[in-house]
């Protein structure tokens, strides 16, 4: 191929220029000047050869300046690499911010604010346009600027109209009962119970929904177009929760329920429809194109059924971001080390698919190009097809959801990586990108998931390259240097922002994700192939799914034993100041590091501040921290309105009595305790306050029994308790009164319920498990659990012996119902009561807290004191309080 052959002579007589290079390489530079330029171009007369002097413009021509990407080479002689580039594109950054900003503002401002706003930009725009500043390139990009915040404020305002449009936003605000027809516009999902008082709400369904058809309870039918969100109960033992959860995107319902109005303004939907219990009534089948997506789904379900069970619920998780296996404690663990991009749906994901099929960045446009593509004779335009067909595939599987729209984004612009290798054009895509999505779609300018993907994204293009080669010039491996430059730089950036909402700062992330990097490729590979080949070959896609289960049980192992550290979260300061305080801090630190210079002898010791701060060895965190205290015997710990109480047992043995009513409390104040072993747990009653953070004590400890008591009320709970323990391989054992055990130091008794013809208790709270406890140094307590007055004087009448007690667990979170008689014979020394702050019974009740002080007791409570500690025996008796109050009025 011949260049430059039509190219006009030089003015200074020179022929015309003739270059003949290969097809696909570039010609190597030649040693002879080019026939353009004179020989002497960098001599001057009187210079001494190899003398470098600045060139001498033509008379008449204006002095032109040093090209970008020679002044910011560092070399004198400019640069040499004819593929090096120049300074970043950064012209679309402000117009996709503007836009971003304006549709954040203006879904939750008023209409006539938000007409006011775009009359506004919109005509400083036309005036910045039709005046000379149009002329400069800063007027027009100034408008720009403006007519981006105009477009995405308008698309913004009229998705919030779609909210107050019709019927159903005034029936959602009388609470009105309706029969609605919907079509589902999301998976459906279950939601995890929450607890409330001492009983955990009913096991839910949670979809996405468009109603097209409403009929009020006064019989008025009205045709809409009003997004909701439907929560459907499943029944008591979840029968229609299978029926819910196969429902596709576009299938019909019909629903009839009660509206309500949404939790937060800035929701997404009108309003909640609270739909009846029952199986899901169908209306209309789903499109063709998502039965085929619903299709391949239930295809890679199948072939993953028999897998372990981590990779059994991790796997459609990373390939098509199906999360419905995902367990709670899998879930926690993933949050806690900051490995929950894996779980969704993730451009990151999905580039990986990209990458196999066009190889690494920078070598598309060579002969040497990488991936399946050239080995299979595609040409390099029919690989973008491909590229682009794949990512099509992809939201199509995924469903065109905004969060999947977010990944097939995110992927396209790694794609333009992979294809260009030209780091330049990467900031205009991401802009680009978002640009498009926010104004495709108002509502991601509000989710905090669409800024982690761009602020990651962001981070990946501008600042991991920087600090990859600021490690590899410290002699860090290149593969190395980049991981740990991407995965530190993603975290930097997006810690802030998980701040906001967590409050809480994973110590933990930056080595889980590279730990878990090693096998999410793999895992993500052979589960695209697993759903690729399940519907034809099932055979074929189990043995692939059971290739895939090393690598993804791997990635849960990781998130796992991160999570399990003592040290994995630390609490931060939630909300904006709270990401704002963290942004602060971490910018400081960084231009520290940045300025101070290198020491390995420094290095070395931040790595050694920041393993104790994540292993917390018990002796260092006690010299810190003062807390557990030494030589605790019993600690009542900090759940919130419920019970989870541990007594000493040894040396990191404990029996932990109650567990609350959230698994992560529990979990971490036995993990502040150093328990990891727990022969016994002992449920006293079966309300959710006591037994729903089960999951919480059983993670990562070996634990040898369950004790319950006989009475299995509410029976939601008391199978949840069974299902649970069943998971564990841990046995469930009754209590019985009068028995007695013994482990290690302590040494108790079953005191109630009694076993008394035709007398069992009917009520949870009366059928409480009682325990009396003896420690070794003779520390007596007693436990309640959460025994009513009347169960309380049968207590008192079986046990007309009953000793005084140096602790005592007040019954029923400190409530009003109390029997004085039991008070006055247990006579404690310590009172210790657990409530939570601000609950909405009155607990604890000012006069039993009376009464126990008029008894002689010192009253502990942890809605104020935090986690209390008791220590000593005898005279040297006494309660730690975690976080003691800080004056008599918080007593």
Known sequence: MTLGQDSPADPGGAPPATSTVAPTHRAAPSAEPRPEEPADRGTAAGAAPGQVVPATPRAGAEPVPRAAVHAASGHRLGAANPRQEGPTDLRLVAPALAAWGAAALALGAPGRWTVTGVVL?????????????????????????????????????????????????????????????VRVTSDARPSVPR???????????????????????????????????????????????????RLLPSTGL????????????????????????????????????????????????????????????????????????????????????????????????????LLLLIGPAGTALRAERGGLAPRLGISLRGTALLGGALTLAFVVVCRPEPSVLRAAACGLVTLLAIGTGRRRSLIPALAAAVLLLVLYEPWLARSYGFLLSVLATGALLTIAPRWSAALQARRVPPRLAEALAAAAAAQVVCAPVVAVFAARVSLVAIPCNLFAELAVAPATVLGFAVLGTAPVAMPVARLLAECAAWPAGWVASVARAGAALPGAEADWPGGWRGGLLLAAVTAGLVFLARRLPYRPWVAVGCAVVLLVAVVRPTPLTRIATGWPPTGWV??????????????????????????????????????????????LVLLTHFHADHVAGLPGVLRGRSV??????????????????????????????????????????????????????????????????????????????LLLGDLEPPAQRGLARAYPALPRVDVLKVAHHGSAHQDPGLLRRARPRLALVSA????????????????????????????????????????????????????????
């Open 121 to 181: 930009c919109g005509a400083v725009a036309v005036l910045v346009l039709v005046s000379g500043c149009r002329r400069r390139r800063n007027g027009v990009a100034c408008a720009a600027v403006l007519l981006c915040a105009v477009t995405g404020a308008v698309s913004a305002g009229l998705h919030g109209a779609d909210l107050r449009r019709g019927p159903v936003p005034g029936l959602a605000r009388e609470h009105a009962r309706v029969v609605a027809e």
């Open 254 to 353: 019909r629903a009839a329920g009660r509206l309500a109005p949404p939790h937060r303004s800035g929701d997404p939907f009108a309003a909640v429809l609270y739909a009846d219990a029952g199986p899901p009534r169908i209306t209309g089948p789903p499109s063709a194109l998502q039965r085929t997506a619903g299709e391949l789904r239930a295809g890679l379900r199948e072939a993953t059924g028999g897998l372990p069970a981590d990779a059994k619920a991790l796997l459609p998780g990373l390939v098509v971001g199906d999360t419905s296996r995902v367990p709670q404690d899998l879930r926690a663990a993933f949050e806690a080390t900051d490995l929950t991009h894996l779980l969704a749906v993730s451009g990151s994901n999905f580039t990986i698919v």
């Open 836 to 891: 939570g702050r601000d609950n909405p019974y009155g607990h604890p009740s000012p006069r039993t807290l009376g009464a126990l002080r008029d008894a002689g007791a010192a009253v502990l409570r942890t809605d104020r004191d935090g986690a209390i500690a008791v220590t000593g025996s005898g005279r040297d008796l006494r309660a730690v309080a975690r976080h003691p109050p800080r004056g008599p009025d918080d007593r």
């Open 195 to 245: 607890v409330r008082g001492n009983r955990a709400a009913p096991a839910s369904v949670v979809l996405n929904a468009e109603v097209t058809r409403v009929t009020s309870s006064d019989g008025a039918v009205t045709r809409v177009r009003t997004p909701v969100l439907l929560i459907a109960r499943v029944g008591e033992r979840g029968q229609y929760g299978d029926a819910w959860l």
């Open 704 to 781: 040898g029994v369950i004790q319950t008591t006989g009475l299995h009320d509410p029976p939601a709970q008391a199978a949840f308790v069974h299902r649970t323990a069943a998971v564990a391989g841990v046995p469930v054992v009754r209590a019985a009164a009068g028995e007695r055990r013994r482990t290690g130091s302590l040494d108790w008794q079953v005191l109630w319920p009694a076993a008394v013809p035709g007398r069992a208790p009917e009520e949870p709270n009366d059928a409480s498990v009682t325990l009396l406890v003896r420690t070794r140094a003779g520390v007596n307590l």
């Open 634 to 679: 019993f600690a009542m710990c900090d759940v919130g309105q419920g019970d989870a109480t541990a007594l000493a047992a040894g040396d990191g043995t404990a029996v932990v009595v109650d567990a609350g009513p959230d698994p992560e409390p529990v979990d971490r104040c036995l993990r502040d305790l150093g328990v990891s072993r727990v022969p």
